[in-house]
C-alpha cells in the first residue's frame, strides 16, 4: 500500500506538436530535478475518436515491458475506458471497474471528452501531489490544464495488475 498521495496532472492541446513539446519540457524539468514524474503519456485523439499514445517513458519503472506498462497505468487513471478496450484479463478489468466507481463516488475523474476531444492531444503526468502545481506549469502550450487528487490505492492495485500481464498490456499499447 502507497502512502504518497498521488496527482494526475492533464493539458489539453489542439495541436500534437505542442503537446509532445511540453512533455518533452516535462521530463527536461524532471532531468533538472525540478519535480519527480511517476508516469506520463501524450495522447491523441484522431476525429473519428481513436485514441493513440503518442510519446510515453517512465524512467523510476526501468525498460522493456515495464515502459509500456507503466503508460498503462497512467492511461487506465486518466480514462479507465480507454485502458479496457486495449487491456487483456479479467484482473485488470476489475481493477478499471473499481477505479471507475471511485472516481464516481469521489469525483476524483477528468471529464475526457473535456480534455481529450476528437481532433486533440492531451498530456497526462502521474506525480507526488507535492509536485503537481509545478508540473501544471511547466504545461505552458496547453489550452487548459486541471490537477485532480487521485487515489494511491487505485494507483497501485493497476500497476500489480498490469505488471502480471505486462506483455498483452505493452503490444495493445505499441499497436
Known sequence: MSTKNLALVVGSYDDTAQASEDYQALRSG????????????VLTRDEDGKVQVKEHGDKSVGRGAAIGAGAGVVVGLF???????????????????KIKKNREEKQFGVDVDEYLSPGTSAVIAV????????????????????SKAIDSDDYDRLRRAIEESADDVVQQINS
Open 30 to 41: 524532471q532531468d533538472s530535478g525540478g519535480y519527480e514524474i511517476i508516469g506520463a503519456v
Open 79 to 97: 480514462a479507465p475506458p480507454l485502458l479496457a478496450a486495449t487491456a487483456v484479463g479479467a484482473g485488470i478489468g476489475a481493477i478499471l471497474g
Open 127 to 146: 506525480v507526488d501531489d507535492t509536485w503537481a502545481d509545478r508540473v501544471e506549469k511547466a504545461l505552458v502550450r496547453s489550452d487548459k490544464r486541471i
